[in-house]
């Protein structure tokens, strides 16, 4: 006998699950939606909640000052706050700013750095005719306030240790080296005496034409005020006038 055939039904279970897949990923992606939107949200709020604090408290610490002030105003108030110092700190910026007086301009004045008390001084060729050297006042001519100089001699008008120097070139063409050397002398003069301070020599060559040959001076010394140096030598009618070959100076230590 024939019976009719029919295929097998597909199970049930297969369709509903692939159905619960689908439904479970739609929530699952709304979920995550819904996640970033409210996380989004709440920073914004969060965010604008954090700058309404802040001003709050700026609010707050602008309280606390004028409390603050309000307690020094009242004398008889009972604080362990430095009344004193709070309301000068606080006071100073509206005090109207005051002219210096003559005394605060002449104290600034002596705190400032003084300027050094310094000389140098180049040859003249009109000292040929003196033994006491005379200097140009040009070219490298330089001589501070506090120093003075006249006829060839540098006076210093304050006390203390001075460093002086000289040099002096000669040019000397004579016959025989057996005569006097030439001498260049370092002298002082103080309340109306004069004397040496140092002293150089050197000897005359025969070598035409004359060969220049220089003596250097220099030496620290103690100069009371008034004092007054000066460069002498045995014959200025041999001393190089030429730039830099004779010069004299002097600086305060």
């Known amino acids: 006998m024939n019976e009719p055939y029919s295929p097998p039904a597909p199970p049930a279970g297969n369709t509903v699950s692939a159905a619960t897949v689908k439904i479970v990923m739609f929530l699952l992606t709304l979920f995550v939606i819904a996640q970033t939107i409210g996380t989004a949200f709440f920073g914004v709020y969060l965010h604008r909640r954090l700058d309404e604090v802040e001003k709050e408290i700026h609010q ?3 309280y606390l000052f004028m409390r603050i002030l309000q307690e020094c105003n009242q004398k008889d108030s009972s604080t362990f706050l430095n009344c004193q110092k709070i309301l000068a700190h606080f006071q100073k910026p509206f005090k109207p700013e005051e002219s210096p007086t003559k005394e605060t ?3 600034q004045k002596g705190d400032q750095k003084q300027l050094p008390i310094a000389a140098h001084l180049t040859s003249n060729t009109n000292s040929k005719s003196t033994a006491v050297l005379q200097w ?3 070219g ?7 120093l003075s100089y006249s006829d060839g001699k540098l006076t210093v008008q304050s006390s203390g240790f001075y460093y002086i120097y000289s040099q002096v070139t000669f040019c000397s063409n004579r016959e025989t080296s057996s005569e006097a050397p030439f001498i260049a002398s370092l002298c002082l003069k103080s309340s109306g005496s004069e004397r040496v301070l140092l ?3 050197n000897t005359h060559t025969p070598s035409k034409p004359c060969r220049h040959q220089s003596i250097r001076l220099g030496g620290t010394f103690d100069l009371q005020q008034g004092a007054s140096v000066f460069v002498n030598v045995t014959d200025p009618t041999q001393v190089s006038h030429g730039t830099g070959f004779t010069y004299f100076g002097l600086f305060k230590l």
């Open 60 to 62: 707050q610490d602008g």
């Open 105 to 107: 301009f002449e104290k």
């Open 136 to 138: 140009a006042k040009k």
């Open 140 to 146: 490298y001519y330089t001589v501070s306030d506090s």
């Open 199 to 201: 002293r150089a020599a």
